[in-house]
């Protein structure tokens, strides 16, 4: 229905791995052969940025909150999905999540959930969907489907 994505390099230095690159930016990494991230940044960077992203994104599908029958974040921890969801007022009972079972599995986060969803049918024909992922780079975008 919508997609919407986007990045912003200069601050790829707070998300890396130095197994394929020594620097980012110019500026060194500091430790060699490692993924690397900057716990607080990021989270701070995603509680605020991801809900503007989601956002826009239902503009662009000329939908409100309130035709969302589920939101899929990406399932990096629960505590960061909670703050979104707070900051969107949107019910945290609606949002399928993975972590909670299997942890962060890094890009099968959303697919696994909806997995879940699906077994347990909660998930209907016509469900209108958010799906929305958000990473190194630093990166974030999602997409609107209906069921």
């Not at 110019?26 to 989270?43: C, I, P, T, V, W």
Request: aromatic share 10%; hydrophobic share 40%; charged share 20%.
């Amino acid at each position: 229905m919508a997609s919407y994505f986007t990045t912003d390099g200069k601050l790829a230095h707070n998300i890396s791995c130095s197994n394929l690159s020594q620097s980012i930016n110019g500026r060194a990494l500091s430790k060699e052969r490692l993924f690397q991230q900057e716990g607080r940044f990021l989270y701070e960077y995603v509680v605020k940025n991801v809900p503007d992203g989601v956002c826009s994104l239902l503009k662009k599908a000329d939908l409100t909150l309130e035709d969302v029958a589920w939101f899929v974040p990406h399932s990096a921890n629960l505590r960061m999905i909670e703050s979104i969801c707070k900051r969107l007022d949107y019910p945290i009972e609606k949002t399928l999540v993975s972590n909670e079972f299997y942890g962060n599995t890094s890009s099968a986060t959303i697919p696994l959930a909806m997995y879940m969803a699906l077994e347990e049918s909660k998930i209907n024909p016509g469900d209108k969907m958010v799906l929305y992922g958000f990473g190194s780079g630093l990166t974030h975008g999602g997409v609107v489907i209906e069921w």
